[in-house]
């Protein structure tokens, strides 16, 4: 008889732990819901911008954040998909957000001052 082969990964293995990540991850929250939170200007499609950025400029400025830059550019290629889809589900209310800042300011601008 031959000895039965061991994988140092089984497929329950596997399971568990690409749960673990993505239960992780949903914890943690997306860019998406950080920056409509954290913003203080509204954006369109924050999120996925949030992400793009992380994957570009932090991979390049690791010491600006103590060798972490490659690891946020990993969670951002990771991020991406998850924040498109909350941006996309969140849109409506992106749009009303920007042009309500947008007929503000006019509004401020066009004010009468008298002199």
């Not at 039965?4 to 994988?7: A, I, R, S, W, Y």
């Not at 497929?11 to 596997?14: A, C, G, S």
């Not at 409509?36 to 200007?41: A, E, G, M, P």
């Not at 889809?85 to 996309?88: K, N």
């Given at each position: 008889m031959r000895p039965?082969?061991?994988?140092l990964l089984d497929?329950?293995?596997?399971k568990?732990?690409?749960s673990l990540i993505l239960i992780a991850h949903l914890l943690t929250g997306c860019s998406s819901i950080h920056s409509?939170?954290?913003?203080?200007?509204p954006?369109?499609?924050p999120g996925v911008k949030e992400d793009m950025r992380a994957m570009k400029g932090f991979a390049c400025?690791?010491?600006?954040?103590?060798?972490l830059g490659r690891s946020f550019a990993?969670?951002?290629?990771?991020d991406i998909l998850f924040s498109f889809?909350?941006?996309?589900l969140l849109l409506p209310y992106d749009m009303y957000k920007v042009h309500k800042e947008k007929d503000e300011k006019r509004d401020a601008s066009c004010e009468f001052r008298p002199a």
């Open positions: 039965k082969k061991t994988l497929r329950k293995t596997i568990k732990l690409v409509h939170r954290t913003d203080v200007s954006r369109v499609y400025d690791a010491d600006e954040w103590g060798g990993i969670w951002g290629t990771c889809v909350g941006d996309t």
